[in-house]
């Protein structure tokens, strides 16, 4: 376990649905960063929240939103479901916003049908 | 923005010595990480390098050469279980220090 939660571990959807994806950072991090990985791909930056703030954004669709509550814990919501949106979602977090060693979630596998 | 090359296949044998090379491109240069993902797992993070020279982790080492935008991840004693995807990251002032992940080595061990 490492400390960063991620729920739920699989989803199956319709495209065109609407998904919620949930992420609870490691005690005591600050800062959560959401990745999508797609099949046999690199890890894309989708977005980062430090401290309940957005701090940085990456190719994140317009039709992905995301948000870190006063419990620094993170959802990333995911609209308007496209086949091409199955994929692998990391959420990991670190201490401070500028830190190497980020610790990964076990992931939220997406399939859209 | 960023750019990371690194092979996308290596196989070898049990015992034997693999080296991952990754080289990038970036601006603001900050530092070079390693993770380790197991099929479909969680990345874990192997090792980091902000200056020039070798890291030893255990079997695992990380070099750095700033001059050459250039890195490897060094991996000692192969076993079955290091059988993973291998990435590299970069960091730098320009992207706000965040990870940009290279496309990921998978490694084979044969027995």
């Known amino acids: 376990d490492s400390g960063v939660t991620q729920t739920p571990k699989h989803l199956i959807t319709a495209t065109g649905q609407r998904v919620t994806l949930r992420c609870s950072p490691r005690?005591?991090?600050?800062?959560v960063y959401w990745y999508q990985q797609s099949l046999d791909q690199g890890l894309q930056f989708l977005i980062q929240y430090y401290n309940g703030e957005e701090r940085a954004k990456g190719n994140i669709l317009e039709r992905f939103s995301a948000q870190q509550f006063p419990d620094l814990h993170s959802e990333l919501n995911l609209s308007s479901l496209e086949l091409g949106d199955s994929a692998l979602y990391f959420c990991?977090?670190?201490?401070?916003?500028?830190?190497?060693?980020?610790?990964f979630g076990s992931g939220t596998r997406l399939t859209v049908v | 923005g960023q750019s990371l090359e690194q092979p996308s296949e290596v196989t070898a044998v049990e015992g034997a010595i693999v080296q991952i090379n990754c080289t990038y491109q970036t601006s603001g240069f900050y530092g070079l990480s390693w993770y380790q993902q197991h099929d479909g797992g969680a990345p874990t993070f192997l090792s980091y390098n902000a200056l020039d020279g070798l890291e030893e982790t255990g079997r695992f080492s990380s070099f750095l050469s700033r001059s050459d935008s250039y890195g490897y991840l060094l991996l000692q004693e192969l076993q079955m279980k290091d059988s993973a995807s291998y990435f590299c990251a970069v960091s730098s002032r320009s992207n706000d220090y965040k990870l940009s992940f290279g496309a990921g080595t998978t490694v084979t061990v044969r027995a």
């Open positions: 005690s005591g991090d600050l800062s």
């Open positions: 990991a977090s670190s201490l401070k916003a500028g830190s190497y060693g980020y610790t």
